[in-house]
């Protein structure tokens, strides 16, 4: 099991931007795809982003595709969510996930195992 905890969310304003960070512990991180969700006020879990174990593979959903980017540094065992160009839309809370393989980048959340408690991300207009 790996255990995760985000960090980076706060409040900024329409167009600018904000870097999430996802940590992670136990020594299968490298080992495993890795993706970023959000979930506003009433709506359901959205997917935003994934990259494979290696960072060679990356999925954005379209909503976030060009002004999002998704990165790892597996030897720090943290995952990044680059997000520029931010629009009041993005407000969410921001939760990272592991997969349950090294190569699956799915939006589907059932190919996700571990899920951390999230950090919240405002954009003001």
């Known amino acids: 099991q790996v255990q995760l905890v985000e960090s980076g969310g706060g409040l900024v304003q329409a167009g600018g931007s904000l870097r999430l960070s996802c940590a992670a512990s136990g020594r299968t991180f490298s080992t495993r795809a890795m993706a970023w969700f959000r979930q506003a006020p009433g709506k359901e879990r959205e997917f935003v982003a994934a990259?494979?174990?290696?960072?060679?593979?990356?999925n954005y959903a379209d909503s976030v595709k060009g002004r999002f980017t998704i990165s790892r540094d597996n030897a720090k065992n943290t995952l990044y969510l680059q997000m520029t160009s931010l629009e009041v839309e993005d407000t969410a809370d921001y939760s990272c996930?592991?997969?349950?393989?090294?190569?699956?980048?799915?939006?589907?959340?059932?190919?996700?195992?571990?899920w951390g408690q999230g950090t919240q991300v405002t954009v003001s207009s």
């Open positions: 996930a592991a997969g349950k393989t090294n190569w699956r980048i799915t939006s589907l959340t059932g190919d996700y195992g571990s």
């Open positions: 990259i494979s174990w290696g960072g060679g593979n990356t």
